[in-house]
């Protein structure tokens, strides 16, 4: 699995971040965008999960915790409101990182930026993390995220429903570019599907127990070998 170079800029800024001052957050308004929903991808619960879909679970938990980490700590201050458009800060010695959130009808529109300078003397000029778009809920949108470069290196989708349902896609760019599909049901059972460019390589089903099956794809989209466990 691709990962890609911002996220060390994400977890320094949030490790910097829980050392700076931060205040409590009241009870957030109606008017204010809720915070996107912070999916917590988790695998079969079966002692005998193959390595290989363990593996894509783990992986795509960290990559998403990582680049949501400023979500948590946004959620202990109290945010700036100026009309349509919410602000938090949070800073720790020379280095910021500021969230938007400009709520346009039914859906908010966010920004993630890093600024200043860290502790190993980089420099952050404006550097665009996150931005993309969520209902005012937080439990459904997409986000944008970036490189260091601020190429855009990976897309992230979400949907949670009413019925606890989550929905999660992050799509990786590269040559070619990486797309995994995860599906979280709320009795516990799921499903993991895994496309290198266009075509499905891997595809895990489990049931509420944790047992489930696994297939691997060759180039051409054949299973080429397949299982289960228990």
Known sequence: MKKYRILSVFMLAAALAFSGCLQKNPTQSDA?????????????????????????????????????????????????????????????????????????????????????TDQNKNTYDHLKLMSGTSSMDGKSGTMHIFDESSKEAALFEWLEENTGKKDATITIYGSPDSKYELVNNPDHSGSVDAFEGSVKIYHAVWNSNGAGSWEKYDASGTVADSGSWN
Do not use: M
């Not at 912070?38 to 783990?58: H, K, R, T, W």
């Not at 458009?85 to 938007?100: D, F, K, N």
């Not at 400009?102 to 859906?107: H, I, N």
């Open 32 to 116: 204010i965008p809720q915070f996107p929903t912070i999916v917590n991808f988790q695998g079969p619960a079966s002692q005998n999960v193959p390595a290989e879909l363990q593996g894509y679970v783990d992986i795509l938990h960290a990559q998403t915790s990582a680049a949501f980490s400023y979500l948590t700590l946004a959620r202990l201050q109290t945010p700036k409101t100026d009309g349509n458009t919410t602000t938090w800060t949070i800073t720790s010695g020379q280095l910021t990182v500021t969230i938007t959130a400009v709520k346009d009808g039914d859906s908010a529109d966010w920004t993630f930026e890093l600024n200043g």
